[in-house]
């Protein structure tokens, strides 16, 4: 399997995932490009969408040297019709979407009283206006041919209050697609949800967190989902047991997330 340096992959032309066509956003790098690689493996047609042109097609040129097939599709998911071209032109050339995954995101390490209004706004319609626009392009179609799988990319600061623009926008992935996937219940269309806990990706870059995972076990998670699909997991594992405290015991997370020198 590629690393995040472009290195070949091997490649599984019969997969479980062979003849099926999966969108990927955010796919130039980290967890999205990833997931790129791990579904052409698993034999899957991908469509590679981003801002970065040059990312993208390093990532998609892994793929295709690796006997895969993989389409590259600009795009800005802060622009809604750059987002319904995506769509558009992914079913213009394959005829159908059997996967999406929405994983483009932004992060924030700002203190909100000190962030710009028009940052706030960029990150939730990256974060979470895009995911669910793509989503809505998409939909029809899959509940037409009644097959499909829609998976995104929230996080666990999505389960645990963190920071207040980042988690704000992974609450609300977390509530769209788990109300989405009750309406959708019986359609033939699957929708799941990956948490990601820190993950080694140019996001994390500079963080001092011990057990920082690559982003392949998400990946391979999200590839899993989509033969397998559930409700939720959590990536890593072990981010469970500070979610279990988040959910009963909050006044304890909170004295966690307390800064420093700071006085009751």
Do not use: C
């Not at 995932?17 to 790129?36: C, D, E, H, K, Y």
């Not at 209004?117 to 939909?139: C, K, Y």
């Not at 989902?225 to 959910?247: G, K």
Request: hydrophobic share 50%; charged share 20%; proline share 5%.
């Amino acid at each position: 399997m590629a690393s995040e340096s472009g290195h070949q992959m091997a490649l599984t032309t019969q997969g479980a995932l062979a003849s099926q066509v999966a969108i990927v956003t955010g796919a130039s790098s980290g967890i999205g490009a990833a997931t790129a690689r791990e579904l052409a493996r698993r034999g899957a047609t991908v469509v590679l969408a981003a801002r970065r042109a040059e990312e993208l097609e390093a990532q998609a040129a892994v793929i295709t040297a690796a006997g895969g097939q993989a389409l590259v599709v600009l795009t800005d998911m802060t622009d809604a019709a750059q987002v319904a071209r995506l769509a558009a032109r992914t079913l213009e050339v394959y005829g159908r979407v059997d996967v999406l995954v929405n994983n483009a995101g932004l992060g924030a390490d700002r203190a909100f009283a000190r962030t710009a209004p028009e940052d706030i706004t960029h990150t939730v319609q990256v974060n979470l206006l895009g995911t669910m626009l793509l989503t809505r392009a998409l939909l029809p179609e899959m509940l037409r041919q009644r097959r499909g799988a829609i998976i995104a990319v929230a996080s666990v600061a999505g389960l645990i209050a963190a920071e207040p623009i980042y988690s704000a926008t992974k609450y609300g992935v977390r509530g769209f697609m788990l109300s989405l996937r009750r309406q959708v219940a019986g359609s033939g269309v699957s929708v799941s949800l990956v948490s990601p806990g820190f993950i080694r990706t140019p996001l994390t870059r500079g963080l001092r967190v011990p057990l920082m995972p690559g982003p392949e076990v998400v990946a391979r998670r999200i590839a899993r989902l989509i033969t397998h699909p559930r409700r939720e997991v959590v990536v890593p594992r072990y981010y469970r047991v500070a979610v279990f405290f988040e959910r009963t015991m909050p006044w304890l997370v909170d004295l966690a997330f307390r800064p420093r020198g700071r006085g009751k």
